[in-house]
């Protein structure tokens, strides 16, 4: 027995790897790697890239395909099927976040990795060739369902760097992701109907020209096909040991341990009887910020689905009557004020105020922010081009800094250990928010059209009412008792 128990020591100590074990060999890179490895960055940019661009990149243009479904009886009732559309990816990423998480612990993370941007190739593209609402729906549903890229990233990012590099990793994830909500939309405003706006360029009798909305699409999917043939090249960090094995642990914790002379199935143990594992869902820092971060999420995402509709709807109910171009100019601007802003000020906010106070005044400062979009429509020319592009500016930042600082509650409520499943859980309650937020927003945007005469709220003036109440009691929220810290 004490023959077996040296015996391991000195493989534990000599840091022996599985031969065949792909997540070994990511090991034993880190361990002869010097300095910040850029391929590593470069491929984790783009593959959030490839998840993020198709979430809201049809925003800009719903409104009009929508319309050009004929499917809407009145011109009110566009924003009704709209909202449904914009629904359908995050209600099947609900259903399936769970599961791709668990696939990737199983089977590792680089397969989950490429059926997401194949995923995406087909789905997105096929989106942009829909003929009717049930296409659109159906494609952006099954587009949520098989894209399950963000959990398993995230994983990867913190297991393909070392220790000292882990945090640029993670922050290239984030930072990837707001670009996206960035270029997406653009890329949408731009790029749709560009027979309309580049005649010189497309015709009407080409396959742009009949499907209007397949360009924006296509140029997305072509960005996806180049990340699924890159993926092949990913190193997979999954450790995959199979047989009988000499090491103590799999883990290079274990390694440390043996090196300090103590046996590692006695540390384990102890360590284990020491540290009982707590359900994340009595864990109640986690959950409260869970719950308040979901709750702002689905105002975000309201808001978000009701801005677009609101600035192409006609000026007769109360909209802008802007084209998709101007749609996602606005948009545009807003992510370039809104990347400045990340990675230059909030640092500095972040560590002035903390999380749960910049959730607070950024909660409080949007409410009359949003009063004021229904006056602005009342203004044109260069003076509503102007004030529209600061407000959409400021409330996309504030709503970004809200999130990001519970993002930051959520992981600071949990040890590392249990981090990737406490993101899992707060990825699959988003997404259910996020669901109800486009559906709601559209048939509430629906119905608003309809009273443009009422004596109290006429027209869209309900809407932005509404979303201040959601905003409102997000902002209660972050208040004692429900919201807590851990200690």
């Not at 099954?142 to 922050?171: D, T, W």
Request: proline share 4%; net charge neutral.
């Amino acid at each position: 027995m004490g023959g077996e128990e040296d015996e391991c020591r000195e493989t534990l100590l000599k840091k022996e790897y599985y031969e065949n074990c792909s997540g070994c060999k990511v090991e034993q890179s880190k361990d002869l790697q010097r300095g910040l490895p850029i391929r590593n960055v470069v491929a984790i940019y783009i593959i959030v890239l490839t998840a993020t661009l198709p979430v809201s990149s049809l925003f800009p243009f719903i409104y009009f395909m929508i319309r050009d479904f004929h499917i809407a009886n009145r011109e009110e009732d566009i924003g009704y099927y709209a909202g449904y559309v914009g629904a359908s990816y995050m209600l099947g990423r609900t259903l399936t976040s769970v599961a791709w998480g668990m696939v990737a612990d199983r089977y590792g993370r680089k397969p989950v990795i490429i059926i997401g941007t194949i995923a995406v190739v087909i789905l997105n593209t096929l989106f942009g060739l829909s003929v009717n609402f049930w296409m659109a729906i159906s494609t952006r549903f099954l587009l949520g369902c098989l894209n399950g890229i963000l959990g398993p990233i995230k994983a990867y990012a913190s297991e393909v760097f070392r220790e000292e590099h882990q945090a640029i990793g993670m922050s290239a994830v984030s930072t990837a992701w707001g670009i996206g909500l960035i270029i997406g939309p653009a890329l949408g405003g731009f790029l749709a109907q560009p027979a309309e706006k580049y005649p010189n360029i497309f015709t009407q009798s080409s396959i742009f020209g009949r499907f209007p909305y397949f360009l924006p699409c296509l140029s997305i999917s072509v960005f996806a096909f180049g990340g699924a043939i890159s993926c092949c090249w990913l190193p997979e960090t999954l450790h995959k040991h199979n047989g009988k094995t000499k090491l103590c642990d799999d883990s290079f914790q274990a390694l440390e341990t043996a090196s300090s002379g103590f046996d590692a199935n006695e540390r384990n143990q102890k360590n284990e009887e020491q540290i009982p594992k707590e359900s994340l869902l009595k864990n109640w820092p986690l959950m409260s910020s869970i719950l308040v971060y979901s709750v702002f999420s689905l105002h975000d995402m309201a808001y978000t689905e009701i801005f677009s509709l609101w600035a192409e709807s006609p000026r007769k109910l109360g909209g802008l009557s802007f084209s998709t171009e101007d749609v996602g100019e606005i948009l545009a601007i807003s992510g370039v004020g809104l990347f400045v802003f990340q990675m230059s000020l909030y640092p500095y906010v972040q560590k002035l105020l903390g999380s749960i106070m910049i959730a607070r005044i950024g909660g409080v400062l949007s409410i009359p922010l949003l009063l004021s979009f229904p006056f602005i429509a009342k203004l044109s020319g260069f003076i509503l081009s102007l004030l529209i592009n600061i407000a959409s500016m400021i409330k996309n930042v504030l709503s970004v800094a809200i999130v990001t600082g519970l993002f930051t509650l959520q992981n600071n409520a949990v040890d590392q250990k249990q981090r990737g499943a406490a993101n899992g859980l707060a990825m699959t309650a988003m997404s259910l928010f996020k669901a109800v937020g486009p559906a709601s927003a559209g048939a509430l945007f629906s119905w608003a059209e309809k009273r443009q005469n009422a004596v109290i709220l006429p027209g869209v003036q309900v809407v932005f009412f509404i979303l201040n109440v959601v905003e409102a009691i997000a902002v209660l929220m972050t208040f004692k008792p429900f919201l807590t810290q851990r200690l």
